[in-house]
């Protein structure tokens, strides 16, 4: 009974922040779009516009949940829950201060969190065919073609992280950097085509082909309403604050600094370096909200043609060299 009552608090542990984090992300966006094109955000509900999200999501909760006629009712049901808990499943096994993670991984925190994020596009691909849409549909096809696309590259050029580290766990990972180098400094081509893929992996222009207001009519969640759509709503952000979190852990070292001969306090030690994370989350939340207000989205073909003729061998040049040099080091050492 008490391991249930632990799993519980765990899981409000995960769910709360991840759906407070999500609320003032939109609100960020809002405003940081609304600076580069000189314009008003939100700024009537609460003070500087800051209680705007919540009255978004009230307005959510409170709108009628329609299900379509020809649609597969129990799917319609069923796929937002599914997005959103994928998305929230991701965040635990992100280690915040001092190696702390609210579930195990045994060492393999990467491969799982690669693997669960990628289950994700089922929810997708159940969602445009269970509308019986044909913008859904098509809107679920471009999602999953461009995923499993960028997916490919996305993991090799991870590769050269899990080279370099020698290591799987997010932990280790964190802490080869703060003993050596940042792995930014290293693997700086490679940082720059994951921030390409993961731009794409979390359908943001100029890559959200899938769900293009002019052509597809909001994609694959077009015919979800109320509570439905802000499942789909929350996973798709949760996954910007994921990968966030993700790249700090990969090339920015995370949260681990050498602090504990100037800062003897543990718990004002923990608050510094959840300071310094949030501060560096927001910054490239920020570079995510710039992203979508200079640049003009790409055609279909256009994104796949970045991929699989540019990005992909790009990804395997590098790897390979890495590998190389890697294997040299080791034997002339």
């Known amino acids: 009974m008490s391991n249930l009552i632990l799993l519980l ?49 009230l307005k959510l909760l409170t709108k009628e949940f329609n299900i379509p006629k020809r649609s597969f009712d129990i799917l319609v049901i069923i796929t937002p829950m599914l997005s959103l808990l994928f998305a929230c499943t991701c965040f635990s096994l992100i280690p915040f201060v001092h190696s702390f993670i609210f579930f195990s991984a045994n060492n393999m925190s990467a491969l799982y969190i690669m693997a669960i994020s990628s289950l994700n596009l089922y929810s997708i691909i159940m969602a445009g065919w269970a509308s019986k849409s044909a913008y859904a549909f098509l809107g679920s096809l471009r999602a999953s073609a461009q995923f499993i696309s960028y997916e490919v590259s996305l993991t090799l050029n991870l590769m050269g992280v899990f080279l370099i580290s020698g290591s799987f766990d997010l932990s280790e990972i964190m802490y080869i950097q703060e003993e050596t180098i940042p792995n930014i400094f290293v693997l700086f081509p490679i940082f720059i085509l994951y921030l390409v893929g993961i731009i794409s992996e979390t359908n943001r222009t100029p890559f959200d082909l899938a769900e293009a207001e002019s052509e597809l009519v909001a994609g694959y969640g077009v015919e979800f309403s109320a509570v439905g759509f802000a499942y789909f709503f929350i996973a798709e952000y949760g996954s910007i604050i994921l990968y966030c979190m993700l790249t700090l852990s990969f090339f920015f070292s995370g949260t681990f600094y ?44 256009q994104l796949m043609k970045l991929n699989w003729k540019n990005l992909l061998l790009i990804s395997l040049g590098l790897d390979l060299y890495l590998g190389c040099l890697m294997y040299l080091i080791k034997i002339l050492t």
């Open 9 to 57: 608090i765990n899981i409000v542990l995960i769910i709360v922040p991840v759906l407070v984090s999500v609320a003032f992300l939109t609100l960020l966006e809002r405003k940081v779009m609304a600076a580069i094109q000189r314009r008003r955000g939100p700024n009537i509900i609460g003070f500087f516009g800051m209680l705007q999200p919540f009255a978004d999501g």
């Open 258 to 301: 050498s602090l504990t001969s100037i800062i003897q306090s543990p718990i004002v030690l923990n608050l510094f370096e959840n300071l310094i994370f949030g501060f560096k989350i927001v910054l490239i939340l920020i570079f995510f909200c710039y992203i979508r207000a200079t640049y003009a989205r790409y055609r279909f073909d």
